[in-house]
């Protein structure tokens, strides 16, 4: 067994309105940053686990976050996983 | 008289309006724990509004794998009427057992306020004694209410008849379609953002939402008069 680190990025799916992005899109501009385009805000976790490979590692993630860490009907989820 | 279980999560706190609502319109209404795995022969379920879990990562997600939710699912199976109010429609939804999500009010601002919705349906075990198209005024109390589905989705609930409850006039939220509620294929799990359970008596400022649970009480009348009787807790033909 060894030990990864998981990086999992959790988005709301482009389609789809985010009002808090917007928020803080509009906060930005409010600071002066005009040259703030679209901004969007999702979830950044990070989960440690053991696992034979680096693979299994991977499959056990995706696994997770179909089940639990994101909703697959509002959004899409990335994953970065590194030896620990 | 329905057994009806109102299930309580770690921060459910229209439990005890909800119960209330169910015993106000005759049901014998009671507790479930979200810990406990047997549902005591409930002929109906309500999962209340409030919060689970503190709504961790996402409205809902969280109280879905709660150790009630396989009773709840396997009620919803076999055809049992099961009722999800504002975060109990959330869990539904995360849950699988409605189609779709809710997600972060369109401008933000958690809203706790009467709104007006039309009954689209009444062939559901929970609005059976509305008229189609007749409107309602019921409080919202939410944050995270706007439905959403994919256009697929969304047009077979529409094709289907199971938008359930639809806002009118102004959409609180920003939802799809101005849905308010929708219900299942089987049309006996139905999810609803607005309270019926603040709006059952006249000095909670008007009745509007008293027959959804009276509704429940006419139908299980109803098949009584149809020969079915309860069994374990569940309805078979005699």
């Known amino acids: ?5 998981v990086e999992i990025r959790v988005m709301p799916r482009a389609s789809l ?5 917007q928020a803080v899109g509009h906060a930005l501009h409010a600071l002066g940053f ?5 901004v969007r805000v999702g979830k950044h976790i990070v989960v440690r686990l053991e696992a034979p490979t680096r693979d299994e590692a991977t499959a056990r993630a995706r696994s997770m976050c179909e089940r639990l860490l994101a909703n697959p009907v509002t959004e899409d989820y990335q994953l970065l996983v590194e030896a620990a | ?13 229209c439990d005890a309006d909800t119960r209330d609502g169910a015993r106000a319109a005759g049901s014998d209404a009671y507790y479930v724990w979200h810990r406990d795995t047997d ?4 002929d109906a379920v309500i999962l209340p509004g409030g919060f689970s879990y503190g709504d961790y990562l996402r409205s809902g997600a969280i ?6 939710m396989a009773a709840v699912a396997e009620h919803a199976r076999q055809g049992g009427p ?16 409605l189609p779709g999500a809710l997600m972060r009010n369109a401008r933000l601002r958690f809203l706790s306020r009467p709104v007006r919705v039309r009954v689209e349906v009444t062939d559901t075990p929970w609005t059976r004694l509305y008229e189609q198209g007749e409107e309602l005024v019921v409080p919202v109390a939410h944050g995270d209410g706007r439905y959403v589905a994919d256009e697929r989705t969304a047009a077979e609930l529409e094709a289907e008849g199971r938008i359930v409850w639809r806002y009118v006039g102004e959409n609180p939220n920003g939802s799809t379609r101005d849905i308010a509620g929708v219900c299942n294929a089987g049309r006996n799990v139905v999810g609803i953002m607005p309270h019926p359970e603040r709006r059952n008596a006249p000095v909670l400022g008007g009745t509007d939402g008293a027959r959804v649970f009276l509704s429940l009480e006419a139908d299980h009348a109803t098949q009584h008069a149809g020969g079915v009787r309860a069994v374990g807790g569940h309805h078979a033909e005699l």
Do not use: K
């Not at chain 2, 549902?39 to 409930?42: G, H, K, P, V």
């Open chain 1, 1 to 5: 067994m060894a030990s990864f680190r």
């Open chain 1, 17 to 21: 309105l985010d009002p808090q992005g």
């Open chain 2, 1 to 13: 008289m329905h057994r009806v279980a109102v299930v309580v999560f770690p921060g459910s706190n």
């Open chain 2, 63 to 68: 109280a879905r794998f709660s150790p009630v």
């Open chain 1, 34 to 38: 005009a040259e703030v385009g679209e």
């Open chain 2, 82 to 97: 099961v009722l999800g109010i504002c975060n109990g429609f959330q869990i539904l939804c995360e849950a699988g057992l």
């Open chain 2, 39 to 42: 549902l005591r022969q409930a």
